[in-house]
């Protein structure tokens, strides 16, 4: 079974400007989570979606937003660019919900944002 | 406030040397705590979820064991190809958000 996919696997983008990123779970998860890793803070969760809706979402601003298909496909988008926005983004999926379930992880985006 | 601290940050080790790692956490209402482990350059590999004070899992070299207060991850005979970063992670309540801490980087030299 393959596991979790994410393109692109790197970025480079300017400040001010917006990102999409995206990610295939393992087939037949329903649940996708979005984490974005940093050497100084770790991996903070930014959202979860199941079934197209958005469950549950971390404490990141309004410029961080996502969305589920129905084929269980999530994208990720960032807009107006800041430096801080650099990281690794991960994405993770679960078969039904993420709650008390393991989550899969994909490779990641690694955005640089200069 | 939901915390998760790991100790050491960094452990270097003999081939063959056991140890263990530790993961403290404070949450309210424990769902699960996990365990994965995170080479350069790639995304989290899942080893183990834990439910309840008392479980233990095991899986080649690895141990992992969970108390009220903490969770450690007992290494026996390491090799080289061990070396990585091992994240712990807990869930609490309804939440399925995983809550990390900053990992422990383990490096086994030959």
């Known amino acids: 079974k393959a596991g979790v996919t994410q393109t692109p696997r790197y970025l480079i983008k300017t400040r001010g400007q917006q990102v999409t990123l995206s990610c295939s779970p393992i087939s037949g998860h329903r649940s996708v989570s979005w984490y974005q890793q940093t050497p100084g803070q770790g991996l903070q969760f930014l959202f979860e979606?199941?079934?197209?809706?958005?469950?549950n979402k971390g404490n990141f601003p309004g410029r961080f937003s996502g969305r589920q298909f129905s084929n269980s496909r999530s994208e990720m988008n960032v807009s107006t660019l800041e430096l801080g926005d650099s990281a690794l983004y991960l994405c993770?999926?679960?078969?039904?919900?993420?709650?008390?379930?393991?989550?899969?992880f994909g490779p990641g985006t690694r955005l640089t944002v200069l | 406030e939901d915390q998760v601290t790991q100790s050491p940050e960094a452990l270097r080790l003999q081939e063959g040397e056991s140890s263990s790692l530790n993961c403290s956490y404070t949450v309210s209402g424990l769902r699960g705590l996990f365990w994965y482990r995170q080479d350069p350059g790639k995304g989290p590999e899942f080893l183990f979820t834990l439910y309840s004070a008392g479980e233990e899992k095991e899986k080649e070299r690895l141990k992992a064991t969970l108390t009220k207060k903490e969770s450690f991850l007992h290494i026996t005979a390491p090799k080289p190809e061990d070396s990585a970063t091992y994240l712990c992670a807990v869930q609490r309540g309804s939440q399925g958000n995983l809550i990390f801490g900053k990992g422990t980087k383990l490096s086994v030299k030959p």
């Open positions: 979606y199941f079934s197209e809706t958005q469950r």
């Open positions: 993770a999926s679960s078969p039904t919900s993420s709650v008390g379930n393991e989550q899969f």
